[in-house]
């Protein structure tokens, strides 16, 4: 993945974060981002192996 496309990915997860914490507590905006995280990671491996095209 292209750096901006990583940049904006962790802009959006720490938006949601804060967001979720403020409004539902720690546990969930952590299991969410934790999540997020996730998602990103296996874009990007996908991305890197060929398997994505972006």
Known sequence: MSKAALGIAFCVLA???AYDIVTEGVAV?????VGFVLL???AALGSRLGYLKF
């Open 15 to 17: 938006a949601m974060l």
């Open 29 to 33: 905006g952590v299991t969410k981002a």
């Open 40 to 42: 990103i990671l296996v």
